[in-house]
């Protein structure tokens, strides 16, 4: 089991910005070879995918946060980022970090919950307006 801690959360006004980070760690573990996404879930709403990056570092971003959001890694560090800019009200929710092995015939980007195993416990991002 990947252990997952997200990290940058907090309060922040309407048109600014936040970077959000996981740091992902196991006993025996090899961070490059896992796809990391996040989710996010608003206070009422269900959990819905925010952005996602494959082990070869491809992206794939929500049609709501694209352009605005910017997902990276750095392997090194076994840290994914969530840069996120131009924040809305509508951004409020909390955040998780999500990772899953993925082999290298199958690199590609996750976007479905049930596909990733592996959760952070969450850290609250509130935009006012």
């Known amino acids: 089991q990947v252990q997952l801690v997200e990290s940058g959360g907090g309060l922040v006004q309407a048109g600014g910005s936040l970077s959000l980070s996981c740091a992902a760690s196991?006993?025996?573990?090899?961070?490059?070879?896992?796809?990391m996404g996040w989710f996010r879930q608003a206070p009422g709403k269900k959990r819905e995918f925010v952005g996602a990056?494959?082990?070869?570092?491809?992206?794939n971003y929500a049609d709501y946060v694209k352009g605005r959001f910017t997902i990276s890694r750095d392997n090194n560090k076994s840290t994914v980022y969530l840069q996120m800019n131009s924040l809305k009200a509508e951004d409020t929710a909390d955040y998780y970090c999500t990772a899953r092995q993925s082999w290298p015939a199958f690199d590609r980007v996750y976007v479905e919950e049930n596909e990733y195993p592996n959760w952070g416990s969450g850290t609250q991002v509130v935009v006012s307006s």
């Open positions: 196991q006993r025996t573990f090899t961070f490059s070879a896992y796809a």
């Open positions: 990056i494959s082990r070869s570092g491809n992206t």
